[in-house]
């Protein structure tokens, strides 16, 4: 059974531009959630989509976001990019996306320059 | 908001030592799960701990929740180099709209085992 699948693995981008990233769940979870991690803020979650639907937010200013698609794969969108967007940013999947297991993709390293 | 601390943040020990790092909160949690993640992956579950004083045993690592559910440990016996990498903690809220896919983090302790 393949695991959670993102791509692109590392990304640079420059000040103000905008950067897509992708998430493939593991076949069969229908919740994806997004995190960022940072050295000094740790693992921040992002938002959380369920059947097309976000279903959970958290506190990231309206440049963060996000979308998913009828086969549960999902995106997420940063525009206007700032330096302190650098980070690993993090795509989970479950089968609901309650109280249960979340698996982990390995992450899209973004560096802002 | 909830918020979960984590100590300590970084412990480097030789081969052999037993070490605890705890996780703590004034928030009460649904769930408390421990995950470890190495360079370059994502974290990976080790243990979910549901009720308040229960224990769990994951070989020569024992995860212990609080009675009060809002804090927790976990313990490693005679550490190994594979045991190094960062170890975080994760609560799950109660139930309702605000907990879909969102764990709480703590912010990880980086463990590196000497050998």
Known sequence: ?113 | TQLLEQSPQFLSIQEGENLTVYCNSSSVFSSLQWYRQEPGEGPVLLVTVVTGGEVKKLKRLTFQFGDARKDSSLHITAAQPGDTGLYLCAGTGNAGGTSYGKLTFGQGTILTVHP
Not at chain 1, 21 to 28: D, R
Not at chain 1, 30 to 45: C, I, K
């Open chain 1, 1 to 113: 059974k393949a695991g959670v699948t993102q791509t692109p693995r590392y990304l640079i981008k420059t000040r103000g531009q905008q950067v897509t990233l992708s998430c493939s769940p593991i076949s069969g979870h229908r919740s994806v959630s997004w995190y960022q991690q940072t050295p000094g803020q740790g693992l921040q979650f992002l938002f959380e989509y369920f059947s097309e639907t976000q279903r959970n937010k958290g506190n990231f200013p309206g440049r963060f976001s996000g979308r998913q698609f009828s086969n549960s794969r999902s995106e997420m969108n940063v525009s206007t990019l700032e330096l302190g967007d650098s980070a690993l940013y993090l795509c989970a999947s479950s089968f609901q996306g309650a109280f249960e297991k979340l698996f982990f993709g390995s992450g899209t390293q973004l560096s802002v320059l």
